[in-house]
């Protein structure tokens, strides 16, 4: 089993940066391919960021390409999401995800096995 702990959310301005931690306990999370996702008010969750077990492979949403970057640290079982140029849109609870077999880029909700319980990001304008 593996628990997952975001960190990081915040009320921000428009174009300000904030930075997602994904903390993992319980199993390493090297093997696996990690992913953030994102549900607003009202809305499903949706895909934001994917990457491989090893860092090699990774995949945006088109809302956040060019603006938010995935990253892992596989020694300290650790994912992050650099969020840059944030905007009002990008409001929303932030969820870590881990899928266990994957050996590519995930995007659904389905091949996801272990989520955290979120953080929020609010963004004013």
């Known amino acids: 089993q593996v628990q997952l702990v975001e960190s990081g959310g915040g009320l921000v301005q428009a174009g300000d940066s904030l930075r997602l931690s994904c903390a993992a306990s319980?199993?390493?999370?090297?093997?696996?391919?990690m992913g953030w996702f994102r549900q607003a008010p009202g809305k499903e969750r949706e895909f934001v960021a994917s990457m491989t077990r090893g860092g090699a492979n990774t995949r945006y949403a088109d809302s956040v390409k060019g603006r938010f970057v995935i990253s892992r640290e596989n020694a300290k079982n650790t994912v992050y999401l650099q969020m840059n140029n944030l905007q009002p849109e990008d409001t929303a609870v932030y969820y870590c995800a881990a899928s266990r077999f994957s050996t590519t880029v995930e995007v659904t909700i389905r091949r996801h096995d272990y989520w955290g319980q979120g953080t929020q990001v609010t963004v004013s304008s």
């Open positions: 319980g199993r390493t999370i090297s093997t696996y391919t």
